[in-house]
């Protein structure tokens, strides 16, 4: 089926560890982005990347890189965990300017102990 | 500081009844306002849209209006199912094409 995949879906990680969190879509969309979920906080962006070749920083990139590998594929890396990134993490895609807004993977939920 | 607010994280309605969800935004540079919905262990999904340039939008049991000059939207759903429980996320867009979402209000349809 056509839309986001992210993996893993789970993961638990020591403080001071590192993982990458990788997301690929398949609907030829130009934009991706990288969410975190937490309670009470709504979903607030780590990184975007508008279009391939380019990534920016959003409202909360303390802690984290990104790389867009290609069209298809935009991952996340924590260099050392830290027990305030346990959340779920959400990737999702678009087009540049469509009011139809984005399509969401099922997320990674990710606890840092 | 939150730009876009849920001030009810929780909502409880009767199956048939109307519920209406609330949305307030701070940004006059928002263009675009989305809802989301998301159920457990599930990424959110689109459900209703509108223009800054529009101030109600219809798609079959859903309706969003927008009250530009008080900054506030909301959703209504009539009539709500059982179906319809689930967390609900107002978002609103802003330049290159980012969404900025509020914290999310939890809906609980009784059969």
């Known amino acids: 089926n056509a839309g986001v995949t992210q993996t893993p879906k789970f993961q638990v990680l020591k403080t001071g560890q590192s993982m990458t969190l990788q997301c690929a879509q398949d609907?030829?969309?130009?934009?991706m982005y990288w969410y975190r979920q937490d309670p009470g906080m709504g979903l607030r962006l780590i990184y975007y990347?508008?279009?391939?070749?380019?990534?920016d920083k959003g409202e909360v990139p303390n802690g984290y890189n990104v790389s867009r590998l290609n069209k298809r594929e935009f991952s996340l890396r924590l260099e050392s965990a830290a027990p305030s990134q346990t959340s779920v993490y959400f990737c999702?895609?678009?087009?540049?300017?469509?009011?139809?807004?984005?399509?969401f993977g099922s997320g990674t939920r990710l606890t840092v102990v | 500081d939150q730009q876009v607010k849920q001030n009810s994280p929780s909502l409880s309605v009767q199956e048939g009844r109307i519920s209406i969800l609330n949305c307030d935004y701070t940004?006059?540079?928002?263009?675009?306002f989305l809802w989301y919905k998301k159920y457990p262990a599930e990424g959110p999904t689109f459900l209703i849209s509108?223009?800054?340039?529009?101030d109600k939008n219809e798609d079959g049991r859903f309706t969003v209006f927008l009250n530009k000059s008080a900054k506030h939207l909301s959703l209504h759903i009539v009539p709500s199912q059982p179906g319809d429980s689930a967390v609900y996320f107002c978002?609103?867009?802003?330049?290159?094409?980012?969404?900025?979402f509020g914290g999310g209000t939890r809906v609980l349809v009784k059969p």
């Open positions: 978002a609103a867009r802003a330049a290159g094409n980012k969404l900025t």
């Open positions: 940004n006059s540079m928002f263009d675009y």
């Open positions: 609907m030829n969309h130009n934009s």
């Open positions: 990347s508008a279009s391939e070749g380019t990534t």
């Open positions: 509108i223009s800054s340039i529009k």
């Open positions: 999702a895609s678009s087009e540049l300017q469509v009011g139809d807004g984005y399509t």
